[in-house]
């Protein structure tokens, strides 16, 4: 698609989507009513975590600690003077009586964060979920509020249903369709009803009064998912509800914590009025638009303002001293995708940048929810640090990252087959012993690629000060074999993985002995390559339990045979039995007793002259070759004797 203009645009009814910040919809080409975003932003979800484990916590001052950073607090620490990315020794200054909890092992926020995922997944009957980090969620909704729409009794706004089933109507809540279910932009009252213009008034088109119908629908969905979260499983989420994720998430963060935000319409300009999501987005500093980077940002700045834009002191990132709007990039003098495209352009931008970062400032957003994936895209472990310059401690570092890395491996590509548990609870003795042993870890996913990136410092200047870089550096390989190797504990594993492989990888990463003074090391498990899946997308299918259990399986569809003792009639040419006619010549001696002919694995004796035919035999393959040519001695059936006499006549 192709499109420039100042917020500007028509609006297709089929196309629109509504967004939902945790729940989040679909959005083709522009905003639109068609989806529904549900943008779930758990609030303060580290502290959460802590908090759910230790209720006690939610009423006292708590901040989580990474390093010496507070990466998160609660609000009651927030009222105390504590924030995010502060020092932790300034935070004890600020609030003594603080408690502030070691948060570097993440183990707890991705069960957390994974739990809470799959409930919300329920509820998407696209199943288009997708997680953004550990504490956000988009879910497309869009054929739950299609459905619902047509389900509205126009006369009776007030006593709606939402049905959240498809299959049984009585599974839903009720909501007043007369009203939009907590806070907008811009702000309406909420204790009185809409007013007329949003249900089809003269300065509403229908398109755009449709949207409003399919977002107060969004709104009251938000609202019952937000609050049954936070029954059910203990965590407060913040909301947004629009068309798109740019909008969702950031209509999401207006009213924090434990509210909701819908952004209303005009999506579009029409006539005189002005488009709210324009309005929305005038006021945001361009280096808050999701989609928009650090890096780009920068640059936009700088030819906004014409030189290098002032930063604060700052321990990450810095806060800018001077902001440059959104308003301020979309009416700066012949500012478009052409002009954006000269400034970001160039070597290693990608094609299309332009147009892209254009679109984001109009509010235009296109991108899809994924649908939910079995397995991650990519595993990945880092750590930052003060000064890293020695081998040793490289290698120890390097053996943390491996042990974290093959840890979340292992839990994340991997998974108990308890498929065969209820089976040996059946079996028992030594069947259920040997059952029991198949039910083991099985790969979901093999990763193909290993990456290590390091983030080295610069040098020192002249003056005395380090010139500000995030640039990285990476170097790739094959992952190897032993990654796979489940009999072996991790602490093993990792030891392999850093001498075999890292260490070498690290020297091709920085040939020189000495001199690197790194800030930043991270190991990358990428390249997934399903296996072993019962998708249909899978690299293999695992059969091997198929194999090893099929005896128990079908037998109650099992047939014995229970044949008597058949007397050979040399007069007959063959003796009819079970329905099939056995060749006399094919019967085998009655001498060998052994039970099994070797030359012929489909038939036996038993010790009394019993014949057997295997089931899996048709009728055309016991036919024997019971006779043979007295001209040239080839053996052949009797339905052949005829053809190959003729065959001898031709040649005569």
Not at 17 to 41: C, E, G, R, W
Not at 156 to 174: E, I, K, M
Not at 176 to 181: G, I, R, T, Y
């Amino acid at each position: 698609m192709k499109w420039k203009g100042m917020g500007k645009r028509s609006c297709s009814t089929a196309n629109d989507i509504v967004s939902f910040q945790a729940a989040t919809a679909s959005s083709n080409h522009v905003p639109s009513i068609h989806a529904l975003m549900y943008k779930q932003d758990y609030d303060c979800f580290y502290a959460a975590v802590f908090e759910k484990e230790d209720p006690k916590l939610r009423s006292l001052p708590l901040a989580v600690q990474q390093k010496q950073i507070i990466v998160t607090c609660n609000y009651e620490a927030r009222r105390h003077g504590l924030y995010k990315l502060q020092r932790v020794t300034e935070a004890r200054k600020r609030c003594p009586e603080a408690i502030i909890v070691l948060g570097e092992d993440l183990t707890r926020f991705r069960n957390a964060s994974k739990e809470n995922y799959n409930f919300l997944r329920r509820f998407a009957w696209s199943g288009k979920v997708e997680r953004l980090g550990f504490d956000e969620v988009f879910v497309d909704v869009t054929d739950m509020v299609d459905y619902n729409i047509g389900m509205i009794n126009h006369n009776s706004l007030q006593s709606s249903f939402f049905q959240l089933s498809r299959h049984d109507p009585t599974v839903g809540f009720d909501f007043d369709c007369n009203k939009v279910s907590g806070h907008t932009f811009p702000t309406i009252s909420a204790s009185s009803p809409v007013p007329h213009r949003y249900w089809g008034g003269l300065s509403l088109s229908s398109g755009q009064s449709s949207l409003f119908l399919r977002l107060v629908l969004g709104s009251h969905l938000a609202q019952h998912l937000r609050l049954h979260l936070e029954e059910h499983q203990g965590y407060s989420a913040t909301v947004g509800i629009s068309t798109s994720k740019l909008i969702s998430k950031l209509v999401g963060n207006v009213n924090k914590p434990r509210g909701q935000t819908t952004l209303l319409p005009p999506y579009y300009s029409i006539d005189t009025d002005e488009s709210n999501v324009t309005r929305f987005l005038d006021y945001h500093d361009i280096g808050k638009i999701p989609g928009i980077g650090f890096k780009t940002a920068q640059k936009i700045r700088d030819y906004v303002l014409g030189r290098p834009a002032a930063f604060d002191a700052g321990l990450v990132y810095g806060g800018t001293k001077e902001s440059v709007t959104v308003k301020d990039v979309r009416l700066f003098p012949a500012m478009g995708d052409d002009l954006l495209e000269k400034v970001l352009g160039g070597s290693g931008a990608p094609k299309g940048i332009g147009m892209k970062i254009w679109g984001l400032v109009n509010g235009v957003d296109d991108s899809e929810v994924s649908k939910t994936r079995e397995v991650p895209q990519q595993i990945s472990i880092e750590d930052s640090y003060i000064r890293l310059d020695t081998m040793a401690e490289v290698e120890k570092e390097l053996r943390l990252l491996s042990k974290s890395l093959l840890s979340r491996i292992r839990a994340d590509l991997s998974c108990v087959d308890d498929d065969d548990q209820p089976l040996a609870e059946e079996l028992g003795g030594e069947e259920n012993q040997s059952i029991s042993a198949l039910s083991k870890r099985q790969w979901l996913a093999c990763p193909r690629t290993l990456r290590l990136t390091t983030r080295p410092r610069p040098p020192t200047n002249p003056d005395g000060a380090r010139s500000r870089t995030f640039n990285r550096v990476s170097r790739s390989c094959d992952m190897p074999f032993l990654i796979l190797n489940l009999s072996s504990s991790v602490e093993e594993l990792s030891e392999r993985l850093v001498h075999e492989t890292l260490i070498p990888l690290f020297h091709k990463l920085h040939p020189e002995k000495s001199g690197w003074n790194l800030s930043l090391m991270n190991l990358c498990a990428t390249n997934m390559s399903l296996t072993a899946a019962s998708a249909r997308d899978g690299a293999g299918r695992d059969i091997s339990k198929m194999f090893k259990t099929q005896e128990h399986v079908l037998k109650e569809w099992r047939v014995d045979d229970t044949d008597t003792t058949t007397a050979v009639n040399d007069e007959t040419p063959s003796n009819k039995r079970h329905g099939k006619m056995v060749s006399v010549d094919q019967v085998a001696p009655t001498e060998d007793l052994s039970g099994h002919n070797p030359e012929n694995d489909w038939q036996s004796l038993t010790d009394e002259g019993q014949e057997y035919v295997d089931s899996w035999q048709n009728d055309d393959e016991v036919s024997g070759f019971d006779y043979t040519c007295t001209m040239c001695g080839l053996a052949m059936p009797h339905f052949a004797i005829a053809a190959h006499e003729r065959f001898h006549d031709l040649k005569d």
